[in-house]
């Protein structure tokens, strides 16, 4: 659940940054997908952390 919600998370602000760079629709895409793969490495890793310190 933390990964989904960290991609689409991710999207939004990798969407709003190159919008607000004034960027076309293509740079909104790739913006979007590259926040999305980074902001999903780093929902991975609190989920394994999370999961760790649950046990």
């Known amino acids: 659940?933390?990964?989904?919600?960290?991609?689409?998370?991710?999207?939004?602000?990798?969407?709003f940054?190159?919008?607000r760079?004034?960027?076309?629709?293509?740079?909104?895409l790739?913006?979007?997908a590259g926040y999305?793969?980074?902001f999903v490495v780093v929902g991975m890793i609190a989920t394994v952390v999370l999961h760790?310190?649950?046990v």
Do not use: F
């Open 30 to 32: 790739q913006y979007a």
């Open 52 to 54: 760790r310190l649950a």
């Open 21 to 28: 760079r004034k960027g076309n629709t293509l740079d909104i």
């Open 17 to 19: 940054t190159a919008k």
């Open 1 to 15: 659940m933390i990964v989904i919600i960290a991609a689409l998370l991710g999207a939004i602000v990798g969407a």
């Open 36 to 38: 999305a793969m980074a």
